[in-house]
Nanobody
Framework: QVQLVESGGGLVQGGGSLRLSCAASGNIQTIDTMGWYRQARGAQRELVGN???????NYDESVKGRFTISRDNTKNTVDLQMNSLKPDDTAVYYCYADGRTKRLTWFAAWGQGTQVTVSS
């Protein structure tokens, strides 16, 4: 079993910054993709950005230039630095990871979610 634990959400004024962190633990052999999704109230969950095992980092167009993903493969962690936050960024943010367990079976795991609220 793989667990993802997030931290760092909260309330911030528009234009401010927040940093989210996510740590993966458990039955992990390798992590392929690790990243962040978000879900605003009444909306579908959407990709914010992710980091692949090959080193590629992808961002949704709405956050490019404002959000930065950093990943530490030695610690199985991924952070999301969010700058120039806007009220439209308000959502529950979820960490995501997929890869192989120690038995080499595939896993896909989600964190419990952390609320980010940006006031205008």
């Amino acid at each position: 079993q793989v667990q993802l634990v997030e931290s760092g959400g909260g309330l911030v004024q528009g234009g401010g910054s927040l940093r989210l962190s996510c740590a993966a633990s458990g039955n992990i052999q390798t992590i392929d993709t690790m990243g962040w999704y978000r879900q605003a109230r009444g909306a579908q969950r959407e990709l914010v950005g992710n980091s692949t095992s090959g080193g590629t980092i992808n961002y949704d167009e709405s956050v490019k230039g404002r959000f930065t993903i950093s990943r530490d493969n030695t610690k199985n962690t991924v952070d999301l630095q969010m700058n120039s936050l806007k009220p439209d960024d308000t959502a529950v943010y979820y960490c995501y990871a997929d890869g192989r367990t120690k038995r080499l079976t595939w896993f896909a795991a989600w964190g419990q979610g952390t609320q980010v609220t940006v006031s205008s």
